[in-house]
């Protein structure tokens, strides 16, 4: 039986111009082609929830979504793995200190519960369970996840962080308010914590300038329907806030 569903580039750009979306010529059909419908178009309509859809009137709009996505998760992939690295070695060395041991097996032996140092009497379910958590301690160390998922628009939020957290970066930064409701709230917690990592000043400083930039690039593609939800109102007055207090 035929599959129905499939629809070829011209027939997507079709559908697109039914939709009120201006798309033409070769080179937005390429474009089309390298980000795909559904990852690109469907994944990119809409802002946090499917029922926000994003007004876009031009697939130029779409594609500069895209790009300015893809610009934000490799502006904040590296310094996300520095903290995320640092972090780690600092928390083993708090551990290999207090085991009075210099082997990282006798961190995962003595530190981590596992099966092979499981109490004796212990059920095998249960066994299981302390050699999982002990895996899975082990592949969160020696690898590192990158996920090719929407970031600009937070969705990615699974829990909504602490309050003692958010009153922390209210203090120490300075801030306003902080909700993790936007991008800008995440850039401000990754400057935090490369502050605290001692990162030097002009490092941090131009990791929001390059933020800044790419956002006003962004901010110029689109329309000013779409940009009036994608980026927050006061967005640029908090990363000078934000500058300041580095």
Same mark, same amino acid.
């Given at each position: 039986?035929?599959?129905?569903?499939?629809?070829?580039?011209?027939?997507?750009?079709?559908?697109?111009?039914?939709?009120?979306?201006?798309?033409?010529?070769?080179?937005?059909?390429?474009?089309?082609?390298?980000?795909?419908?559904?990852?690109?178009?469907?994944?990119?309509?809409?802002?946090?929830?499917?029922? /926000?859809?994003?007004?876009? $009137?031009?697939?130029? #709009? @779409?594609?500069?979504?895209?790009? =300015? *996505?893809?610009?934000? %998760?490799?502006?904040?992939?590296?310094?996300?793995?520095?903290?995320?690295?640092?972090?780690? /070695?600092?928390?083993?060395? $708090?551990?290999?200190? #207090? @085991?009075?041991?210099?082997?990282? =097996? *006798?961190?995962?032996? %003595?530190?981590?519960?596992?099966?092979?140092?499981?109490?004796?009497?212990?059920?095998?379910?249960?066994?299981?369970?302390?050699?999982?958590?002990?895996?899975?301690?082990?592949?969160?160390?020696?690898?590192?996840?990158?996920?090719?998922?929407?970031?600009?628009?937070?969705?990615?939020?699974?829990?909504?962080?602490?309050?003692?957290?958010?009153?922390?970066?209210?203090?120490?930064?300075?801030?306003?308010?902080?909700?993790?409701?936007?991008?800008?709230?995440?850039?401000?917690?990754?400057?935090?914590?490369?502050?605290?990592?001692?990162?030097?000043?002009?490092?941090?400083?131009?990791?929001?300038?390059?933020?800044?930039?790419?956002?006003?690039?962004?901010?110029?593609?689109?329309?000013?329907?779409?940009?009036?939800?994608?980026?927050?109102?006061?967005?640029?007055?908090?990363?000078?806030?934000?500058?300041?207090?580095?």
């Amino acid at each position: 039986m035929a599959n129905t569903d499939y629809k070829s580039p011209d027939a997507l750009m079709r559908h697109l111009r039914d939709n009120g979306i201006s798309i033409s010529g070769s080179s937005q059909k390429q474009q089309l082609i390298n980000t795909g419908y559904f990852h690109g178009y469907k994944g990119y309509r809409f802002f946090v929830s499917s029922s /926000n859809r994003l007004p876009f $009137t031009s697939y130029n #709009e @779409i594609n500069a979504t895209i790009q =300015y *996505d893809t610009k934000l %998760k490799s502006l904040l992939y590296g310094k996300m793995m520095f903290i995320e690295t640092a972090l780690k /070695n600092i928390a083993l060395n $708090t551990i290999m200190s #207090e @085991i009075d041991s210099s082997s990282i =097996y *006798d961190m995962y032996d %003595k530190a981590i519960s596992s099966y092979k140092n499981a109490p004796a009497g212990t059920r095998e379910d249960i066994k299981k369970k302390y050699q999982n958590n002990k895996l899975n301690l082990q592949g969160s160390i020696q690898n590192a996840i990158a996920h090719n998922d929407v970031v600009y628009d937070t969705r990615f939020k699974k829990m909504d962080p602490s309050r003692p957290m958010k009153q922390c970066l209210i203090l120490e930064m300075g801030m306003p308010y902080i909700n993790f409701k936007t991008i800008g709230d995440y850039i401000i917690l990754i400057c935090y914590y490369l502050k605290l990592l001692k990162v030097s000043k002009t490092e941090i400083k131009s990791s929001i300038r390059e933020f800044e930039k790419i956002t006003r690039e962004y901010e110029s593609s689109v329309n000013p329907n779409v940009s009036a939800i994608s980026i927050h109102p006061d967005l640029f007055s908090r990363l000078n806030i934000l500058k300041n207090s580095i």
